[in-house]
């Protein structure tokens, strides 16, 4: 087990205060968060890079460590076959394993065909394989991976993704994934820290993280778009214009949040159970990868999700009346 105890650093103008976290040994752990909230300090921190200005960092000594980098970090002077090799030359191993290991490893990566050619040569995917490559030849115990996909374009980043899991159950080592991108962290993570201004607000499974974000702030960060604050009296949170039913009965100052596609939209008034209930005009349709975002505006805008046969069915159109649905159950309350 991966273990950091209250662990303090400040960088330049930045901080991490009194961080605590235990990662499983052999688990696909992901440390997720925004640009800025200190992930790779902490990557670095574990990678023996920095020392931390206070608090204990245990689990790691005596451990063989691989560091993945998103901007690769090859050695531009080296060929294909000597940045595999570099890690196990280092370490003294017999010229001839060094060679056998290095070809196994490239054809496991799929760029055997690579090995006497330049980095510079390769693409932005081919230089991602060498570098997973060079970390994979020494057997780490554990491999670090800093925002390793997001210099890549939509089709080589989910082949990487793909290939980060076949490497994790083949070698059942430990893996700490840094990431800002929470569909990555979603497709690959066991389980999920969530950091946010050099603080972990949230550990847990996946659908525990994104299906009940800890605070206001981490529900922006998860994509949540309907985030409101205000005071909330007899179960209702006041916003001027309309009252939500929440399942709180009072607060003096609280944020909401509400899933985009926990919001049921419908051409007249919808008979259901579902305590919120309100009319309200389109104002903008934006077409998502997978699904129509539609943004109505109720007295206050809602974000709602829809698929592009629900679009199709109801012939939505901006400037169009409509109804938004959506249960008291599905608000998450944060108490302010």
Known sequence: MISLENVSK??????????????????????????????????????????????NISGLDGIKKGLIYQDYMLFPHLNVFGNIAYGLKVRKIAKEEIILSAKKTAEELGIAGFLNRPVDTLSGGEKQRLAIARALAVKPDVLLLDEPTAALDFSTRSQIQALFLRLHRKYQSTFVHVTHDFEEALALGDRIALLIDGQIVQVGSPDE????????????????????SGRIKDNFLDLGTL????????????????????????????????RNSFPGKIIRLIPRLSSIEVVVDAGIPF??????????????????????????ASIRVFPH
């Not at 993280?209 to 409101?228: C, E, M, Q, R, S």
């Not at 698929?307 to 249960?327: A, D, H, R, V, Y």
């Open 243 to 274: 009252k939500i039913f929440t399942v709180v009965e009072k607060a003096e100052h609280a944020y909401i949040a509400i899933r985009s596609d926990d919001i049921i939209l419908s051409p007249g008034h919808l008979r259901s159970s579902a």
């Open 303 to 328: 974000h709602a999700e829809i698929t592009q046969k629900s679009l199709s069915e109801m012939n939505l159109q901006e400037g169009k009346p409509i109804w938004l649905t959506f249960k008291a």
């Open 209 to 228: 993280v994104f299906k009940n974000p800890a605070t206001a702030k981490a529900a922006d960060f998860l994509g949540y778009k309907n985030i409101f």
């Open 10 to 55: 400040k960088f330049k103008d930045f901080s991490i205060k009194n961080l605590s976290l235990n990662i499983k040994k052999g688990e696909y752990f992901v440390l997720l968060g925004p640009s800025g909230a200190g992930k790779t300090l902490v990557l670095e921190l574990m990678a023996g890079l920095i020392r931390p200005d206070s608090g």
